[in-house]
């Protein structure tokens, strides 16, 4: 008992793990929920977030096609703004971290790139030695070494009551395993991990691993398309009630695109009836647990509607 | 107790079965250094005789042997069994994907074939040679390394998402050898190819997921070629396309305020009036819901959203690069 009680003490009072926090454009634009629901986990967990608020875009990396030279240097000033404060960089986006951590390795292991890149962020008074690490919001909750799931379930106060949830890993979270490593590439847990801490089921389907369809949007809308309902109707007929994603730019495919990735598919005959699946950010899944309203957390916004979940975690 | 390992394998005979099924096989491995090929060698010489797969070198040169390994496709000649076991001691394989099965881990590779001869993979120079041969400096070649290396294993039309859902898609290792012929300084047709492999189908619907480069066993790493392909694009002046229109318009937009204006992009990255208004709809969905404020001015020119503090340092930064 005593023991109990004094670990749940030192947990609680633990002093809380400070960040670099690059929140990505999305979550200041379209997914302005994003951002409000990890600031929530954050606050109620004591996750410290310094946010790098004149960090410039990461170029999503659609802008290397053009200017890479402008696309690395601007990222390694974001590093190195981190590096400054000696804190580890946080993202909340899955396409953030891939081109941070993409040009992170480029620096670690290619001295003349360093040098170069150096020399042009150098006249703004940054430089840039390579020692920042880059961790996705994911990763923080489930690795032990920084926040760590153990910690995380002591906090759950309203479990997601069995709610059956699809994870979508998509791509930048695994791909390429060789600079990540974090989880395996062809059979990820993290987020099945973290929907289970949290009291839910995670669902298992093909298409958690796969590309949303959000980069070809502009350029083939209906491959795009096709991408993002084949997952969402796949992720539907497994029974799941919400599917979640660390990316927003996948939300943006999987919800906000939503009703017309639902009418390619019913136009090629390959749906009948509607998707309707809400689509939640990883801080939206967690602060539900923690005890927060849908509403707190933004997602009356939500393109799908999400009254489902609301529905599950009444006991409905 | 000799270690014992389970592979399950995916079983399909189109003259016997109706439908694929998985059948596990538990044995001691040929060696503790064994590669997955050796054990599924061991599977068909001591088993299972019908067991049908292609393989022939078992070093990584001739391409055969790709197969799904737990879920991802890659060689199995260049693989450690031990690397590959689950949790249960288990490996299971299956034929590589977006590929009909012929029988068990054999696919019809016609379409891939397809692909790769419909981007010429040959070099093209109709000019008399002058040494006997066509020269090509060291540093160019470096320019094409890579590619060159590729063995036509099609472990990368497996994983690729776009390649799954339309068959129009030229693919991952047919773009890799158009990015080979593109840099290759010794053929005469490389703006002609720049042109075709910038058309619908070609390297601006490819999605950016990685998932080549992880299947790939070799330095080629498809999507890295795709990414020179089209900056080499930009650089030959081939705009005409929204693969082009959003990369640049993407550029701009960081260089104007410092963040995406995501209002802004998608109007800047089609090409037509038509696909203008099919992005209507999604507009006013987003907007009704406060995802973004439409702001009509998005369709003049200038900047109409705010900048990031230290805009002053981006834009040193982007004259440096610039000069």
Redesign the interface.
């Given at each position: 008992m005593g023991t109990a009680t004094s670990e749940q003490t030192t947990i609680k009072g633990m002093p809380g793990k400070r960040y670099a926090f690059f929140p990505g454009?999305?979550s200041?634009?379209?997914?302005?929920e994003l951002k409000t629901s990890t600031e929530i986990v954050a606050k109620h967990l004591g996750i410290e977030l310094d946010e790098l608020?004149?960090?410039?875009?990461c170029?999503?990396?659609?802008?290397?096609?053009?200017?890479?030279?402008?696309t690395d240097?601007?990222n390694a000033?974001t590093l190195a703004m981190a590096e400054q404060k000696s804190l580890t960089l946080l993202t909340q986006c899955s396409t953030c971290q891939g081109v941070l951590n993409k040009l992170n390795h480029q620096v670690q292991t290619n001295p003349a790139k360093r040098e170069r890149l150096n020399a042009?962020?150098g006249?703004?008074?940054?430089q840039y030695d390579g020692t920042v690490e880059v961790k996705h919001l994911l990763w923080v909750l489930v690795d032990e070494q920084e926040y760590g799931l153990s910690k995380l379930r002591e906090h759950v106060r309203k479990p997601l009551n069995g709610m059956k949830v699809a994870p979508f890993y998509g791509?930048?979270l695994?791909?390429?395993?060789d600079i990540l490593g974090f989880d395996d590439?062809?059979?990820p847990t993290s987020l099945d991990e973290l929907t289970r801490a949290l009291g839910g089921e995670p669902v298992h389907y093909g298409g958690k691993?796969?590309?949303c369809?959000f980069?070809?949007?502009?350029?083939?809308?209906?491959?795009?398309f096709?991408?993002a309902g084949?997952h969402l109707s796949e992720a539907k007929s497994e029974g799941a009630d919400a599917m979640v994603t660390p990316c927003p730019l996948c939300h943006l495919n999987l919800d906000?695109?939503q009703?017309?990735a639902q009418d390619v598919l019913q136009s090629e005959g390959s749906l009948t009836g509607d998707i309707d699946l809400p689509v939640l950010h990883v801080p939206q899944l967690v602060a539900l647990a923690l005890g927060y309203s849908p509403k707190q957390l933004g997602m009356?916004?939500?393109?799908a509607s999400t009254k489902p979940v609301e529905q599950k975690l009444a006991g409905g | 107790m000799p270690e014992l390992i389970t592979l399950r394998i995916r079983r399909f005979d189109p003259e016997s079965d109706a439908e694929p099924y998985f059948q596990d096989f538990t044995f001691e491995p040929p060696s503790p250094t064994a590669t997955i090929l050796d054990c599924v060698n061991h599977v068909k010489w001591h088993l299972d005789g019908t067991l049908t797969y292609r393989m022939s070198c078992r070093s990584a040169i001739c391409g055969s042997c790709a197969m799904k390994?737990?879920?991802?496709g890659q060689l199995v000649c260049n693989a450690q069994y031990r690397n590959h076991l689950?949790a249960d001691g288990m490996i299971t394989l299956e034929p590589i994907g977006n590929m009909p099965v012929i029988k068990d881990l054999v696919v019809d590779m016609t379409d891939f074939w397809a692909k790769i001869e419909g981007v010429e993979p040959f070099v093209k120079n109709e000019t008399p040679e002058e040494h006997g041969e066509h020269l090509m400096s060291p540093e160019d070649f470096l320019n094409i390394d890579d590619a060159s290396n590729c063995i036509l294993c099609g472990a990368c039309y497996s994983e690729c998402?776009?390649y799954?859902?339309?068959r129009n898609?030229v693919g991952p290792a047919a773009l890799a050898r158009g990015q080979r012929l593109v840099f290759d300084t010794r053929d005469e047709d490389r703006q002609g190819r720049a042109e075709r492999l910038s058309e619908?189908g070609g390297m601006?619907?490819?999605?950016?997921?990685?998932?080549c480069?992880?299947a790939c066993p070799k330095p080629v790493k498809p999507l890295l070629r795709i990414?020179e392909l089209?900056?080499d694009a930009?650089q030959r002046g081939l705009h005409d396309?929204?693969?082009?229109?959003?990369?640049?318009a993407?550029?701009d937009i960081?260089?104007e305020s410092?963040?995406?204006d995501?209002a802004k992009l998608?109007v800047k990255?089609?090409g037509t009036l038509k696909e203008t208004l099919?992005l209507l709809?999604?507009g006013i969905?987003?907007g009704l819901?406060?995802?973004?404020r439409p702001n009509p001015l998005h369709l003049l020119p200038g900047k109409h959203h705010p900048e990031?503090?230290?805009m002053g340092?981006?834009r040193?930064?982007?004259k440096?690069?610039?000069g």
């Open positions: 454009c999305v200041k634009g379209a997914c302005k608020k004149a960090a410039a875009c170029g999503a990396g659609i802008t290397d096609d053009v200017n890479k030279e402008m240097a601007l000033r042009i962020i006249e703004s008074g940054y791509c930048y695994l791909r390429p395993s590439p062809h059979r691993t796969k590309c369809g980069p070809i949007q502009m350029m083939n809308p209906r491959n795009s096709r991408m084949n906000a695109r009703p017309d009356q916004t939500h393109i | 390994v737990n879920g991802g689950d998402a776009s799954e859902v339309d898609f619908y601006w619907d490819c999605t950016h997921c990685f998932a480069v992880e990414i089209r900056q930009h396309n929204n693969g082009s229109r959003h990369a640049r993407f550029v960081v260089a410092g963040w995406l995501e998608p990255s089609v099919e709809p999604m969905r987003m819901k406060g995802k973004f990031i503090p230290g340092e981006v040193t930064i982007i440096k690069t610039e």
